[in-house]
């Protein structure tokens, strides 16, 4: 079992800049791949990025490449995911998993955190 914690959401205006973090504590979690979804009120909860589980390789869905990045420190035991130009549509529940393989799409995660609130504001 792996329980993931994600903090540094916030509330921002349109334009600026937040910074995610998805840890891991007590826990190693280098050997899996993380992804970044997002659940706006009355939406389906959506893909964001995802990341390898050495960095090599990431994804992003269209709607935030070039915009957003994601990023690991294994030593740290944690993933990041910067987020800039935000928009007022990137207001959400974002949530990280943990899964074998990086991927875009929901089942293929086994362990989710409880999610961090971003509020972008016009």
């Known amino acids: 079992q792996v329980r993931l914690v994600e903090s540094g959401g916030g509330l921002v205006q349109a334009g600026g800049s937040l910074r995610l973090s998805c840890a891991a504590p007590?826990?190693?979690?280098?050997?899996?791949?993380i992804g970044w979804f997002r659940q706006a009120p009355g939406k389906e909860r959506e893909f964001v990025a995802t990341?390898?589980?050495?960095?090599?390789?990431?994804d992003y869905a269209d709607s935030v490449r070039g915009r957003f990045t994601i990023s690991r420190d294994n030593a740290k035991n944690t993933v990041y995911l910067q987020m800039n130009s935000l928009k007022p549509e990137d207001t959400a529940v974002y949530y990280c998993?943990?899964?074998?393989?990086?991927?875009?799409?929901?089942?293929?995660?086994?362990?989710w955190g409880q999610g961090t609130q971003v509020t972008v504001s016009s």
């Open positions: 007590g826990r190693t979690f280098s050997s899996y791949a």
């Open positions: 998993a943990a899964g074998r393989t990086p991927h875009v799409v929901i089942p293929m995660y086994d362990y």
């Open positions: 990341i390898s589980w050495s960095g090599g390789g990431t």
